[in-house]
């Protein structure tokens, strides 16, 4: 690609899901049975924003592109605890809903390239993403946004990523770093950069998301852009506590990196910006948003969050601030971020 990535085309019965011991002798699912009712399929135009085009990849039909870690391959398959795990301090700040049904969400996510220091295992992200598990422990969870995050990428691009957990197994991953998410688009690169990204004061792009639970075979599909093309599907045979529904969900921006010393008590230093780097209160254009929030239920309908259910909020108000939420007929909204300790 023009940004030296180099992507390989593999058979798609052939893709690292499939070394994982739950999907032997799965068979690929190569579209989704039926997508949730309500759609929204007006033009984002309407928004006035405009959508990030990820990497086009022209692979045969029948095969899937693989991003190749030509920059770093020692983490070439690093898992992503080793940025974002327990030992790590993690910070966010977004919308958390809790102790609902929840089959699927979608979301508007604005895209800016938050900055994160070159020499660091820090990481910025923002997305959506869905849970299940128990209080306390390791929950099963699906995710999928972008994120900058040099010492993954090698660079500080805003990049889409996919991302689960399997809580039993106590493992993470994203991508198809390692077997689990099944990908069924031959054009679509996971790990690819995100290109234009917003512009603080100019203009502003975004990536349209949705994720929901297939009717009828039960796994977890990922949907992006106004097209709702389909990108592939976390099976439902890898988890415990989401066979059958989530019943967490975050929408906004996170950060992590590891832990240090810093005269006293373990604390991070130097957390990266969340977003445009801006407090939420500067608003539209200037401050990162998610809008036009939905869940899908039982039924397989679209439908606003419970506002008793929604909490807007931030791990720490002095870095994240989250400002303008609100839910309206269009869906639930809000303003997110910060410099973190860069400003």
């Avoid at 991302?163 to 031959?186: H, M, R, T």
């Avoid at 969050?305 to 909490?311: H, V, Y």
Wanted: aromatic share 10%.
């Amino acid at each position: 690609m023009e940004n030296r990535d180099i992507f390989d085309c593999i058979d798609v019965n052939l893709q690292p899901a499939f070394d994982h011991p739950l999907l032997k002798g799965h068979n690929v699912q190569m579209k989704p049975s039926s997508f949730p009712l309500g759609l929204d399929i007006e033009s984002l135009t309407r928004h006035g924003v405009s959508q990030v085009q990820p990497p086009i990849i022209e692979c045969p039909m029948g095969t899937i592109p693989i991003l190749r870690n030509h920059r770093k391959n020692h983490i070439a398959r690093q898992s992503i605890d080793d940025v974002s795990g327990t030992n790590n301090q993690q910070e966010e700040a977004g919308i958390e809903y809790r102790d609902d049904d929840i089959y699927g969400t979608q979301a508007i996510i604005n895209v800016y390239e938050p900055k994160v220091k070159k020499d660091s295992k820090d990481l910025s992200a923002a997305g959506l993403n869905i849970n299940n598990g128990p209080q306390g422990g390791q929950a099963d969870t699906i995710g999928a946004g972008y994120s900058v995050s040099p010492s993954l990428s090698g660079d500080g691009f805003a990049r889409f990523h996919v991302a689960w957990d399997e809580g039993v197994q106590n493992k993470s991953c994203y991508d198809l770093k390692c077997p689990g998410f099944v990908q069924i688009s031959n054009t679509f690169g996971l790990g690819g950069r995100l290109q234009p990204v917003s512009v603080y004061n100019g203009p502003q792009y975004v990536i349209n998301i949705l994720i929901f639970k297939d009717a009828d075979t039960k796994n977890w599909w990922l949907i992006y852009g106004e097209e709702k093309k389909p990108i592939g599907y976390w099976p439902n045979d890898l988890f415990t506590y989401m066979k059958d529904k989530g019943n967490y969900a975050f929408w906004g921006g996170h950060v992590s990196g590891p832990l240090v010393e810093k005269r006293g008590p373990t604390a991070s230093t130097d957390s990266p910006q969340i977003g445009s780097g801006h407090f939420a209160s500067e608003g539209y254009g200037k401050a990162a948003f998610t809008k036009n929030i939905k869940l899908v239920d039982g039924n397989n309908n679209l439908v606003n969050p419970r506002e008793k259910k929604a909490k807007a909020g931030t791990t720490s108000s002095s870095k994240y601030t989250v400002d303008g939420y609100e839910i309206d007929k269009d869906g639930m909204h809000t303003y997110y971020g910060g410099p973190g300790d860069l400003a």
